[in-house]
């Protein structure tokens, strides 16, 4: 009676395969990932304790810079609409050319008067560019009225209004901002910040603490 | 797994015939696998991380028919303002005689000492940012209010009589 012989595979597993799927991968994350375009203007962005993500969808973001200037970011969705409105609000003839133009702008950052040739000055000639900003004061307050705009625009829409301020940004910029959005009927706003840890041992701490022991009962 | 497989050559050929060895065009993939999965861990984290977050703001409606106003207990509310260079005044009650000194980390002690010593629904914090503050201090005290579990809060412009001390005081204290 003799053993059936178990015959030994080799272990060597071939690894070619698995290396196509890895590189395929790396190479769909690659393209994929959209990096962070480089910003016309620069904003540090002030730390909260806040962890909620700032929503990306029909959002209309207003910007505050270091030296107290204004400007006005929208998403795709909202912006042919806003532009539309603003234009038939202000009575300013404009061609579809100029549309286009306007939709392919990154952001909104020159009085009214100036912004058909603002939207023309390609992405990579911005940073060379001087411009004001968007007024916002008292005696041309014309941040108000694309707020005003947008509002008309986003009719049944629920908009999420932003704030994205400058950590070096004086306070009565960002005052003026919230008068503006206060001036449409607009109470509530989204800053945007980046995270910051919550410090130990503070009452939102231990709440947090305990919101976590909570959802996760030790096991018996 | 490091293979080099070399086969021996078909046998004796007899003296004077020279034997070609053969290598194997096999290279091991393992480390370069491992390099591919690293980098796609890397991507996959990066993509996510991006997202900005952002800390909700609600402001009042600005009333002026006086039963809409808020009150406030003199003896629940605490006054909080932002000076210039990253200073904090503040006082208790209603009189800015009483004003005092604080930086941005000592602050989160005094509002903690006065919610404890406090009723809850008496418990009042205004902040007033003057105009030289900036954003950033303005965020981080709404975010102290977070931290400290503060429920009542607003943020209101200083009075004339107020923004004139705080300026008097950072010119005695040489603040720039």
Sequence with gaps: ?220 | MAEMEVKSGGGHKGPGVKKSKKKSTRVDLTPMVDLGFLLITFFIFTTTMAQPTAMNLNMPKDTDKPDEVNKVKESGSLTLMLGKGNVVYYYFGNDPATMQTTNYKDVRKIILDKKKSTPVDDLFVIIKPDKDATYKNAVDMLDEMTINDIGRYAMVNPTSDEYNKIQQTEKAAGVQ
């Design chain 1, 1 to 220: 009676m003799g053993r059936a012989k178990i015959k030994r595979g080799s272990t060597n597993v071939d690894m070619t395969a698995m290396c196509d799927v890895a590189f395929l991968l790396l190479t769909f994350f690659i393209l994929a990932t959209k990096f962070k375009p480089s910003e016309a203007v620069e904003i540090v962005t002030p730390g909260s304790v806040s962890n909620k993500h700032a929503p990306q969808k029909d959002a209309f973001t207003v910007s505050i810079d270091k030296a107290d200037r204004v400007f006005i970011n929208m998403t795709d969705e909202i912006k042919g609409d806003v532009f539309d409105e603003m234009m038939s609000e202000r009575h300013m003839k404009v061609t579809p050319e100029d549309r286009k133009y306007f939709l392919e702008a990154g952001f909104i950052g020159v009085p009214l008067s100036q912004l058909l040739q603002f939207i023309r000055v390609p992405t990579d000639e911005l940073k060379n560019t001087k411009f004001t900003g968007v007024p916002a004061d008292s005696t041309n307050n014309e941040l108000q009225a694309w707020i005003g705009a947008a509002v008309a625009a986003g009719q049944g829409k629920k908009l999420n209004f932003l704030i994205k301020g400058d950590d070096a940004a004086k306070y009565p910029a960002f005052s003026g901002v919230i008068e503006a959005f206060k001036k449409n009927d607009i109470y509530k706003y989204n800053l945007v910040t980046t995270v910051e840890d919550v410090p130990e041992g503070s009452e939102l701490f231990k709440a947090n603490l305990k919101a976590q022991q909570s959802e996760t009962p030790p096991a018996k």
